[in-house]
């Protein structure tokens, strides 16, 4: 019965003293932590706030015509001016196509055919496709008509063009790309000139 009441009182004793350690710890807190604050060793400290990710920003691609190497979004659209679809022509004038006396002898005397004239033409139709996609750039100029015409004189060589396009590629120095591509071109001799068109089309 002795040892019975003795761990009574040892029991009641641990208790009182643990609550009593317990409160000495949080006694400056329970009278002082508001929202917000938790108690950690005696003193209020705020609570971690809960972490927040904003989403994303939406980004909405813009459809720039180009070369399919894509455009850079942050710059502004292009737009056409009024006037940029308009036809204009560049160069000299070319004359008409002399007569080929067909009595000369020799090969001065013969007259070229569209195979000669595309034989040597065909070459340069991948440089001037380019002075085309460089003049556009990226401006939204989906068809116009495109002529380059020149003549070739009995010796063979070029000795005028004029170009015939929209007045965007004008402005963008169309004829200045085309002309060394076109003056620079040598074709077979024959008994009299030739003026020569070669349309071409937007890609």
Not at 1 to 30: E, H, N
Not at 49 to 73: C, E, I, L, N, Q
Not at 121 to 137: H, K
Not at 186 to 202: D, E, R, W
């Amino acid at each position: 019965m002795i040892r019975f009441v003795f761990g009574i009182f040892i029991g009641v004793g641990l208790a009182a003293g643990g609550g009593w350690l317990y409160l000495q710890k949080t006694k400056d807190c329970l009278t002082r932590c508001g929202d917000g604050t938790r108690c950690f060793n005696g003193r209020c400290i705020a609570a971690a706030p809960a972490t927040t990710v904003a989403p994303p920003p939406d980004k909405k691609k813009r459809k720039r015509r180009g070369g399919g190497s894509g455009g850079d979004p942050s710059q502004p659209e292009l737009k056409l001016s009024p006037g940029d679809e308009r036809i204009a022509s560049a160069g000299e004038a070319l004359g008409r196509a002399e007569h080929i006396d067909l009595t000369q002898g020799g090969d001065d005397g013969k007259e070229l055919q569209q195979e000669d004239l595309d034989n040597v033409f065909r070459p340069a139709q991948s440089a001037i496709s380019r002075c085309i996609s460089e003049a556009v750039g990226d401006y939204p100029l989906e068809s116009g008509k495109i002529e380059v015409a020149f003549r070739v004189e009995r010796s063979g060589q070029v000795r005028k063009m004029r170009v015939t396009a929209p007045q965007l590629l004008m402005r963008r120095g169309f004829n200045a790309c085309v002309r060394p591509i076109v003056m620079g071109l040598h074709f077979p001799s024959s008994g009299g000139a030739n003026v020569v068109t070669y349309p071409f089309a937007l890609q």
